[in-house]
């Protein structure tokens, strides 16, 4: 098990963002003006684009990472996004603003700033802060559907699901069997009432998701045998069995008076 997975998550998280603030200390320049929409953005948010990435009030950086790709220089677009990504992943992290990443975070992907693309010490200090992410979003309470949109941006962003999910199903000791415990019934029920999807990853698919909990079945089978009365526990398992069965949820949804139909082709 990585040695990362054994830290405190918020260590973690400054220690990624030390590394990324080293990696990222000297940016590329920019070899011309920035050219974007100026519908959308005005002279002035152009040019502190162009300047020192600290320097970038929020809001601009806000929406520079929130508007569509197309609305930017293409050649410019993954360089902005490498001069700006020591402010965009405090902008994503404990003590930023952001609640919804996943959009943002599609937009490092490969039809946007292309990440996979980028020098592979940038790319391995983006990894690391988004491991970092996703440990302290698992371990601090966070909603499900949250850690599931920031699942999504970083799926999204790096072409891919699985690590991912193995990195949660990798977190250690009691608080990693909790979290994985409450992960596993939220996202069985939702995916049970198909209502589970993705909002900004066109290319992936909940079912991937559906198979990745039913692996689980060992972990939570053994924490609900040390937990017998945790109902999220025993919940967990009747909704691993029901997606491994492709069987139809066993409970109401919660808008309507009817149960929802079963998650086609999950085995």
């Given at each position: 098990?990585?040695?990362?997975?054994?830290?405190?998550?918020?260590?973690?998280?400054?220690?990624?963002?030390?590394?990324?603030?080293?990696?990222?200390?000297?940016?590329?320049?920019?070899?011309?003006?920035?050219?974007?929409?100026?519908?959308?953005?005005?002279?002035?948010?152009?040019?502190?684009?162009?300047?020192?990435?600290?320097?970038?009030?929020?809001?601009?950086?806000?929406?520079?990472?929130?508007?569509?790709?197309?609305?930017?220089?293409?050649?410019?677009?993954?360089?902005?996004?490498?001069?700006?990504?020591?402010?965009?992943?405090?902008?994503?992290?404990?003590?930023?603003?952001?609640?919804?990443?996943?959009?943002?975070?599609?937009?490092?992907?490969?039809?946007?700033?292309?990440?996979?693309?980028?020098?592979?010490?940038?790319?391995?200090?983006?990894?690391?802060?988004?491991?970092?992410?996703?440990?302290?979003?698992?371990?601090?309470?966070?909603?499900?559907?949250?850690?599931?949109?920031?699942?999504?941006?970083?799926?999204?962003?790096?072409?891919?699901?699985?690590?991912?999910?193995?990195?949660?199903?990798?977190?250690?000791?009691?608080?990693?069997?909790?979290?994985?415990?409450?992960?596993a019934v939220a996202w069985g029920?939702?995916?049970?009432?198909?209502?589970?999807?993705?909002?900004?990853?066109?290319?992936?698919?909940?079912?991937?998701?559906?198979?990745?909990?039913?692996?689980?079945?060992?972990?939570?089978?053994?924490?609900?045998?040390?937990?017998?009365?945790?109902?999220?526990?025993?919940?967990?398992?009747?909704?691993?069995?029901?997606?491994?069965?492709?069987?139809?949820?066993?409970?109401?949804?919660?808008?309507?008076?009817?149960?929802?139909?079963?998650?086609?082709?999950?085995?």
């Amino acid at each position: 098990m990585p040695d990362q997975l054994v830290k405190d998550p918020y260590a973690m998280w400054r220690l990624a963002l030390a590394e990324a603030d080293r990696i990222f200390a000297s940016p590329p320049g920019l070899d011309r003006p920035v050219e974007g929409c100026t519908f959308c953005a005005s002279e002035s948010d152009l040019i502190a684009l162009g300047g020192d990435p600290w320097a970038v009030p929020d809001d601009v950086l806000t929406h520079f990472m929130g508007e569509v790709v197309d609305h930017w220089d293409a050649d410019q677009y993954p360089i902005l996004w490498r001069r700006l990504m020591p402010r965009a992943l405090r902008h994503w992290g404990p003590e930023g603003s952001c609640t919804e990443p996943s959009r943002e975070l599609s937009r490092l992907g490969q039809y946007g700033a292309g990440l996979l693309d980028w020098p592979a010490a940038e790319r391995a200090a983006v990894e690391q802060a988004f491991q970092a992410l996703l440990n302290v979003a698992v371990s601090d309470g966070r909603s499900p559907s949250d850690i599931r949109d920031l699942v999504e941006g970083i799926a999204n962003a790096t072409d891919g699901l699985e690590p991912w999910l193995e990195y949660i199903a990798e977190l250690p000791g009691p608080a990693g069997d909790a979290s994985l415990v409450r992960l596993a019934v939220a996202w069985g029920t939702d995916l049970l009432w198909e209502d589970f999807e993705f909002w900004w990853w066109h290319e992936g698919d909940p079912r991937s998701v559906a198979d990745w909990l039913v692996t689980q079945r060992p972990r939570i089978a053994s924490f609900a045998a040390r937990n017998p009365r945790c109902k999220n526990a025993a919940d967990a398992l009747i909704a691993i069995s029901h997606l491994q069965e492709g069987s139809w949820s066993p409970w109401f949804y919660p808008y309507g008076q009817r149960s929802l139909l079963r998650l086609a082709d999950v085995r």
